[in-house]
T-cell receptor, first 117, second 110 residues
Framework: GAVVSQHPSRVICKSGTSVKIECRSL??????MFWYRQFPKQSLMLMATSNEGSKATYEQGVEKDKFLINHASLTLSTLTVTSAHPEDSSFYIC?????????????FGEGSRLTVL | QKEVEQNSGPLSVPEGAIASLNCTYS??????FFWYRQYSGKSPELIMS????GDKEDGRFTAQLNKASQYVSLLIRDSQPSDSATYLCAVNTGGFKTIFGAGTRLFVKA
């Protein structure tokens, strides 16, 4: 199946700093990628839809100035958590769909666990 | 009403039994249906997809879809302890978004 790679898998940072998470589609072009957040024992929450070459679409309640998304190429989207605080500690997961396959299935990255001290 | 509903569980079954996971969805124009498995601390992985009414079997897994009832299910035969995970039902209406249910936690007791 298609492969989506996410980096870093774990990151610990101090409160007030910014953290960048990368999401790459390794064997297909992804014009659209999706960023999710998942708190312990809770469901996936869609944060935003990342669109190659244009602005991301954020879900209601997600601060676009805090969670910066850049999708500059067909294989790379980045999520930057700016001025991170302990409440931002969570599991962040990206996914992408291979539209050439036209199956609708999402391929997920490995996830990035962020801990803000 | 939530767009995709699942019983949160936990569903507990003995090893070797059949585990039955259920999901209902609200949007009648939904076209694609998926079951993802998520182990604790890991990201979801696709285990089944189904697009038309009826059953689809893959090894120990069978997905069932009934569009008239807006119902999709996953059966796991000969359940193993390694099947213990959260199972996410996902629905796509043909647009960009895939809507996920909250997931059902399954425990398979050895």
């Amino acid at each position: 199946g298609a492969v989506v790679s996410q980096h870093p898998s774990r990151v610990i940072c101090k409160s007030g700093t910014s953290v960048k998470i990368e999401c790459r589609s390794l064997d297909f072009q992804a014009t659209t990628m999706f960023w999710y957040r998942q708190f312990p024992k809770q469901s996936l929450m869609l944060m935003a839809t990342s669109n190659e070459g244009s602005k991301a679409t954020y879900e209601q309640g997600v601060e676009k100035d805090k969670f910066l998304i850049n999708h500059a190429s067909l294989t790379l989207s980045t999520l930057t958590v700016t001025s991170a605080h302990p409440e931002d500690s969570s599991f962040y997961i990206c996914s992408a769909r291979d539209y050439q396959r036209n199956t609708g299935e999402l391929f997920f990255g490995e996830g990035s666990r962020l801990t803000v001290l | 009403q939530k767009e995709v509903e699942q019983n949160s569980g936990p569903l507990s079954v003995p090893e070797g039994a059949i585990a039955s996971l259920n999901c209902t969805y609200s949007d009648r124009v939904s076209q694609s249906f998926f079951w993802y498995r998520q182990y604790s601390g890991k990201s979801p992985e696709l285990i089944m997809s189904i697009y038309s009414n009826g059953d689809k079997e893959d090894g120990r897994f069978t997905a069932q879809l009934n569009k008239a009832s807006q119902y999709v299910s996953l059966l796991i035969r000969d359940s193993q302890p390694s099947d213990s995970a959260t199972y996410l039902c996902a629905v796509n209406t043909g647009g960009f978004k895939t809507i996920f249910g909250a997931g059902t936690r399954l425990f398979v007791k050895a």
